[in-house]
């Protein structure tokens, strides 16, 4: 009889199983992939590392103002997918490692609850105590004539060769990440989306700042762009918009949203709940509508993001098998988008916070950074602080540029420990960054 038995060894499920085990639980985790999830086999990780590859690109177009020269290198994808598959290997051989070093017994397959204490993995029935669902999403594609003709990101990170011409149909964090990355790597790319300005919910200022970087860059942003179907033809796949308007590529990707993992697991049948999407439904303690039945990450529909999941974990491990009484705490999660250039954010927008609050002031700051003055390319940095102006609060803080997760980070900490505009005023920059700038904005923009 195991303690706890956790289907799915995401970034969610390795972290509760992990914590849960070094407790004194006997823990098992069950998973038909390899160790990791989405985050560290085909999300994060891998398109981090394909984001860095499409960022050498430019810096060597960009290096030429600082005197270097010489013929631009070569970009070879079998070589870079390769090198990803190594590190990937790596990181599954760490997870497992870890794993096997905290006392997790892993087992290899498909998890299908039984009961509210039973775990089938094929012939096996795992009794125990709990059962934590940390199955993650998958790629969602709209019902529309020829959607499979399209990839989805899945398939990105083993693309046997890099098409011509891509077509990239979404405005959310992977259709822009990958019309960055492609871009970078040399394809052409038509980023179509339905509505008027991607990246809904980011700042309106950061999202027009990056649709105008992404056409410097030679990408073709077409907003809106309705899809109606997709059809193959002698010249390629052609992207048809109900307007009439046509698009003709090599391939197209769907990056239009991601959906629960929980189909096969017969969560149902035993008296879960579930969305209409087929998120698991849970309380403030990750409890479903079965007490000894729990569900943690992507799975829930709350954030999908890894650093989210691996709160959840900590947090539902330390409830049930250390002190207890724990809460995750949802406010203000900082973000990225790796894009080129990145795009960070922390709190409120804009237009959020005008819309929630009587008295915003807001500082924004839109220049163009020190390296640029040698290496001539007009990349434009937007920094942005969004302020209560009843108390002085900084409730959000915004970049696209450079690093700006990076610099984000940092300010995330200071949103949550309450700072105010006069404390980043008191704030001593460092010089020459372009992150000194979030310290230096001194008058505000003029409320309209
Ligand atoms: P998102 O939910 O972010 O975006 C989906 C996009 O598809 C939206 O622009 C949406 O448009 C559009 N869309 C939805 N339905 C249709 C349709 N029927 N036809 C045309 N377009 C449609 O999903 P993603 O797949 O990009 O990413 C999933 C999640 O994964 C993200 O929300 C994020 O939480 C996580 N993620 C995080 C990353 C990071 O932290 N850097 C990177 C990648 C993913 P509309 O806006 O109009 O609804």
């Not at 160790?35 to 810096?59: H, M, W």
């Not at 038509?190 to 990408?219: H, N, P, Q, S």
């Not at 049948?269 to 999407?277: F, I, N, Q, R």
């Not at 000894?292 to 529909?301: E, M, N, P, R």
Request: aromatic share 6%; charged share 25%.
């Amino acid at each position: 009889m195991f303690d706890l038995v956790l289907i799915g060894a995401g970034s969610g499920g390795v972290r509760c199983a992990r914590i849960a085990a070094s407790l004194g639980a006997k823990v098992a985790v069950v998973e038909a992939g390899p160790l990791g999830g989405t985050c560290v086999n085909i999300g994060c990780v891998p398109k981090k590392l394909f984001s860095y590859a499409a960022q050498y690109g430019e810096n060597f177009e960009d290096s030429a103002g600082f005197g270097w020269q010489g013929e631009r290198p070569e970009f070879n994808w079998r070589k870079l997918v390769d090198a990803k598959d190594t590190e990937i290997l790596r990181l599954n051989g760490i997870y497992q490692r870890m794993l096997e070093k905290a006392g997790v017994t892993i087992i290899n397959g498909r998890g299908v609850v039984e009961g509210p204490h039973k775990v089938r993995v094929g012939d096996h029935l795992l009794e125990t105590r709990r059962i934590v669902v940390a199955t993650g999403c998958k790629p969602w594609v709209p019902d529309v004539p020829g959607r499979e003709l399209a990839l989805v990101s899945d398939d990105l990170f083993t693309l046997p060769e890099l098409p011509k011409r891509m077509a990239i149909i979404g405005g959310g964090y992977i259709a822009v990440e990958f019309a960055s990355i492609f871009a970078g790597l040399g394809v052409e790319i038509e980023l179509l989306y339905r509505g008027d300005l991607f990246l809904r919910g980011f700042d309106r200022d950061l999202r027009a700042g990056l649709a105008e970087e992404m056409r410097k860059r030679g990408i073709s942003v077409r907003m809106p762009f309705g899809l109606e179907r997709i059809e193959k033809t002698s010249t390629g796949l052609v992207v048809h918009a109900p307007n009439g308007d046509t698009v003709t590529v090599d391939q197209v990707l769907m990056a239009t949203g991601r959906l629960p993992n929980t189909a096969g697991l017969n969560l149902e049948a035993h008296g879960v709940s579930l969305s209409k999407e087929g998120g698991v439904l849970v309380d403030d303690d990750f409890l479903t509508s079965v007490p000894s039945i729990y569900a943690i990450g992507d799975v829930i529909q709350r954030e999908q993001l890894t650093p989210v999941a691996l709160g959840e974990g900590t947090v539902l491990a330390h409830n049930l098998f250390g002190d207890g009484g724990r809460r995750m705490d949802y406010a203000d999660i900082p973000t990225a988008v790796f894009t080129t250039p990145n795009l960070s954010t922390v709190g409120m927008t804009e237009g959020e916070a005008r819309h929630r609050r009587e008295n915003v002031v807001i500082y924004r700051s839109n220049f163009r950074a020190m390296k640029h003055t040698l290496s001539g390319r007009d990349e434009r940095t937007i920094m942005k602080i969004v302020v209560d102006g009843d108390t002085n609060r900084v409730i959000g803080c915004h970049m696209m540029g450079p690093a700006a997760g990076e610099i984000i980070q940092g300010l995330a900490v200071a949103i949550r420990c309450g700072a105010t505009k006069a404390d980043f005023d008191r704030t001593i920059g460092i010089h020459p960054t372009a992150a000194e700038e979030f310290v230096t904005m001194r008058t505000p923009v003029a409320n309209d």
